[in-house]
Each structure stands twice: as C-alpha cells, then as structure tokens.
C-alpha cells in the first residue's frame, strides 16, 4: 500500500494515529514515533496489540513487507513503551516569583512596604507613606539636583548641606520602598530630619526620642520643598507626574515659583470690613461730629471704611473644631466643611482710619487660585492656660470630639468669586450633558417601543439615521459646551496648576494621618493609604454614594488592608484612631 497501513500507536495516555509504510522497516517506524513522541530510539519497546503481526517486543529486524493488511484488522493496533528526553517547551514560560528581582517582586506584593518605628518616629513614618503616593512630588525629587554649596557663610553652609540632604534621602527613601517587600528602616531620612530641624531632635529625661506632631513635621517638610524644588523640579514634576504634558503655565501658577507652592499651595484672598460701618446708625452718628445732619446721607457714604483685600499664601486648610478662628465663637462643629467655613471667617480687632481708633472687623478669607493636593488639618490640639499652676503655665489638650467627613470634598463654597464663576460653569455644563444623555435614553426607549409595534420596517435604514442622528446631536453638544466654557469669545483664566478646563471644584481623599490617644504630646500616629489599583468588584457602601474603595492601614512596618467604610470611621470621638490631616486630590 503506497498510501500506508491505517495504525493506531497507544503511547501511555496518549493515541497516535499514523500511516505504517512497511517498505521503510522497523527504522522508518521508530523514526516516525519519535519524532512525535520525543522518546529516543533506543528507549522504545514496541509491542503489538493486533493479532498477527509480530510475537513480544519488536525487533529490528522483522521484516515489515511481510505484513498483509487483507488479512488484519485494520487499523492496526500497537503499543509504545519508553520515556520521552527531548521535553517541548510551554508557549508561555513560566516565572517564579522567588527567581524575579526584589523590585519585581515589590511590584507584585500583595501590600506595600512598611517603614521600621526608630524610637517615636511613627510621625514621620505616617507623613511619608501619603506623601509617597502623590506621583508629582516623586517626579520632582528625581529631577532634583542640590545647588552649589555656599561656604562663604558658615550658617548658610550648613543649611545647603542639610536641605538638600533631607530631599535627596527622601527621594532613596521613596525608591527603597518601591524595592522592597519587608520593612524599610528610615535610618538617613530621620538623621537628616534632625539635622534639618533640631527640635525633632529632643529627647525625653532617660534620653528616649520625644513624640513629634506630624503636621509639624509636614509644614518643614514643605518649607524644604518650597525653598529647594524651583523651576525644573517644578515641570518635572507636573509633566512627569501625568498632571500637564507640557508643564504648567506661568498663568496657571498664579505666581507660585516652587513645587511646594505648585502642587499644595492655595492662593488666599483676604477681605476685612468694618463691623461698625455695616450699621447706617453708627455711620451717621460719625458724620454728625463734622457735618449738619441735612449732610448725614452725603457724608456716610464718605466716611464708609474702605474694604481691605490681601493676597496670601497657605499649603493647607484648617478645620476648625472648637469655633470660629477668633477662638471666641462657640459653633457646633460636626463635619469638615463646617470647620474649615469657621476657620475662613472670624472677627479681629484693627485700626480704623475714618474713627480714628481700633474698631471690630469681619475676615473673610477664600481660595483665589486651587491646588493639585489639597491638605486639610483637623485642629485637634490647643494650648490651654492653667494660671493657677505654679510648675507650668499651660497644657497642650487634645479635642477629642467627632468630626466627621467623605470620600470627596467639594470647595466651592469656600473659593473666590471669580473661581466660583469658573467653576460653575463647568458644574452647568456637566449637569446639561446628564440629563441631555438621560433625556435621550429614556426617548431611545419610547422609539424602541414604537419600533416594536411597527410590522415590516426596515432595521438597518433605521439604524443609520439614528447613527447620523447621534453624530450630529454629539457635534452640537460638544459645541454647546465649548461655548458655555467661553465668555465673550475668550475662554477663562485656569483656576489652579494642572487642573483641567472642566474642573469642578471636586477632590477625593486618597491618604489620611491619624492619632491615637489623650496626649497630644504622645499617642501614636498611622497611615491610611488609598490603593493604586482597585478590584473590579467594589460596591457602594450602604445607604451612601461612597464606593468601598481599597485601601492600606500603615502601622509602622506593619501593613494591613482596609476598605474605604473604614477610613470614614476615623472621625473621632472616642479612644480610637481620629483623622489628623487628610490629603485630597483634584478628582477627575
């Protein structure tokens, strides 16, 4: 049979269907086999299954033109004993995890690296876990390169020696954690953190390091930044930071010249009126002293005290727990944004040029130019006179009272008019883009219903005007929106570095330091890190619009996962962890 005999090859669990051509012997049979099984000639035993073939294992030299398929049962059948040597290699190669480098292995660590407690610095440990996950700031680090050390004075040489000191082991610090899966001890960054700043360098009666206050160690940390990180670090941050492709604009910077001031600083104006001017009473028994009283109405208007408006520069927003920020009002704080409108507005006492004495005056304070990061701290410590003591003259206090707060922080209220005029335009044209997209869904259904009581209309001709129908309705959307972005021809002034046009004054929580305990002199402060990677299968956390987001408590070295239902709880009240300062991103 030129064509072969039909045999089937049982090779353990495998079958092997082949053409046997006798006229290439026993060698071309062998040689087949192997080639499909891997197994070596010299290994392989081959028994026959059919009866008349052959007796035992076959052998090399049996002649295979003796066989005569007439008179077989076709196919014939045969056995294949022997290991393969020649192993085929997987399409897809497999890697361990224990044979890829420690930075691989970090990358793909079911939770990230904690820092090593080195006597009391859990403050600094917690302020390093948020800030390691604002991705500007690492880009601005790794374009950071130290100036020209100035040893004309000693002071100033001692200054350019520890600043950039403190950045360049932050920077290591931050890439030492990405590398690593056990905990990382800050051993330079807290050297150079008490070089920087020696009041971090106190020590307790025994010689114990003391408790530090985090938001004191995150106000120096900025003033670093700010007096270190110019110009290059500042694009380098923001366009390699994924902020702006090109880096922000001088208009965008509203003046800002550093990336402390770029990416957390908040430009404040400041407005102070006269209390006593607000009354027509009080102003016309002032203009009575030099004029008629038929001139009051003309003079009042004369003698009204000018507003004061003053421009400022803060890196973060207070909430304010106990009142408002003349300590003398007793409000009832209960959430976030109460405080922080207490903190915004108060009463002082100033010098009034018309009376020509100190009178009462309102401040109002509101954000003119936003951030990328927003830091809001939670006042929760005070200083409290104790005059009747004769071994001290006061106590630091802790409030322990509940404050609560959300996944997301809206700041319209507490921004400039020209901002809010900004911002609400792209709240409008947002809200019309909803409902004009409801609007055409719920229409989508009544045509389908339509469609469906109609016998014999043609589907696809339908389906392409809809198609056109869409496209022309987007286009005009589109341009609706372009235009309601617009005043005049000329679109608006940015609102903040690296925020985009349509920003709607929104930020979400992605980081919190918290504090435990009564002292405000002690306690312990952790890390809660919202994760970079979020599961597919988040829900919403019940009766609420939040969703159970994934995130990471930072415990010191230890690093345990938790859910965004669990940072809420953070609000206080109790002897539990309460939230110190929450760091806040423009949301998208």
Not at 86 to 111: M, N, Q, S, Y
Not at 139 to 168: F, H, K
Not at 196 to 213: H, L, N, S, V, W
Not at 454 to 478: C, H, L
Request: hydrophobic share 35%; glycine share 8%; charged share 25%.
């Amino acid at each position: 049979m030129s064509e072969g005999i039909p045999t089937i090859v049982k090779w353990g669990k495998e079958t092997i269907e082949l053409k046997l051509l006798p006229d290439n012997g026993v060698k071309g049979l062998k040689a087949e086999l192997e080639e499909r099984t891997g197994v070596p000639v010299e290994r392989m035993k081959i028994m026959a299954k059919s009866k008349g073939l052959w007796k035992g294992v076959l052998k090399d030299d049996f002649d295979m033109t003796s066989i005569d398929p007439s008179k077989l049962k076709l196919p014939l059948q045969m056995l294949l004993m022997g290991s393969a040597t020649k192993l085929v290699a997987p399409k897809t190669k497999t890697v361990f995890i224990e044979d890829l480098p420690p930075e691989e292995v970090a990358k793909h660590a079911p939770e990230p690296s904690g820092l090593v407690n080195l006597g009391n610095t859990c403050y600094l440990n917690s302020v390093v876990q948020c800030m390691r996950s604002i991705p500007q700031l690492r880009a601005g680090l790794r374009a950071y390169a130290p100036p020209p050390r100035n040893n004309n004075n000693a002071l100033m040489g001692a200054t350019a020696t520890s600043n950039p000191l403190l950045l360049s082991s932050l920077r290591d610090l931050f890439d030492n954690l990405d590398r690593n899966t056990d905990a990382v001890p800050p051993s330079n960054f807290v050297m150079a953190t008490k070089m920087a700043f020696p009041q971090f360098a106190q020590t307790g009666p025994r010689g114990q390091p003391m408790q530090q206050d985090a938001e004191e160690f995150y106000s120096n940390l900025l003033s670093v930044v700010g007096g270190e990180m110019k110009e290059n670090c500042l694009t380098a941050g923001f366009q390699q930071g994924g902020t702006s492709a090109s880096g922000p604009t001088p208009e965008e910077l509203g003046g800002a010249e550093n990336l402390a001031d770029a990416l957390f600083g908040m430009k404040m104006e400041e407005t102070l009126t006269c209390d006593e001017f607000s009354s027509s009473e009080t102003a016309a028994a002032s203009s009575e002293k030099k004029e008629d009283a038929m001139d009051v109405d003309t003079n009042t208007s004369a003698l009204a005290e000018p507003p004061v408006v003053s421009y400022d520069l803060h890196r973060k927003l207070v909430c304010n727990i106990q009142g408002g920020s003349d300590s003398s009002a007793q409000v009832n704080v209960n959430h976030l944004a109460e405080g922080v409108a207490l903190s915004l507005s108060g009463k002082i006492e100033k010098h009034s040029e018309i009376l020509g004495r100190d009178a009462v005056w309102t401040r109002t304070q509101r954000i003119a130019r936003l951030p990328p990061v927003l830091v809001v701290q939670f006042g929760r410590f005070y200083w409290k006179a104790t005059p009747d003591s004769a071994d001290h003259a006061g106590v630091k206090c802790k409030v322990m009272k509940p404050v609560a707060f959300t996944g997301t922080f809206d700041v319209y209220e507490f921004c400039s008019e020209k901002i809010q005029k900004v911002l609400k335009k792209a709240r409008d044209a947002a809200a019309q883009e909803e409902e004009d997209r409801i609007a055409k869904k719920l229409k989508g259904g009544d045509d389908d219903e339509k469609m469906e009581s109609v016998e014999g209309e043609t589907k696809e001709g339908e389906t392409a005007t809809n198609e056109d129908e869409d496209e022309e309705e987007a286009a005009a959307m589109k341009a609706a929106l372009a235009m309601s972005l617009e005043e005049d021809g000329e679109p608006d002034a940015p609102v903040g570095p690296g925020l985009p046009p349509d920003f709607q004054g929104m930020y979400e929580l992605f980081a919190v330091v918290t504090h435990k305990g009564r002292d405000a002199d002690g306690g312990h402060y952790m890390g809660w890190v919202k994760a970079a990677h979020q599961s597919d299968n988040a829900q919403k956390i019940a009766d609420t619009d939040e969703m159970n987001d994934d995130w990471f408590v930072f415990d010191d070295d230890e690093v345990s996962p938790c859910k965004t239902e669990d940072v809420l709880k953070l609000k206080g009240g109790g002897d539990w962890h309460m939230s110190y300062l929450n760091f806040y991103r423009a949301k998208k």
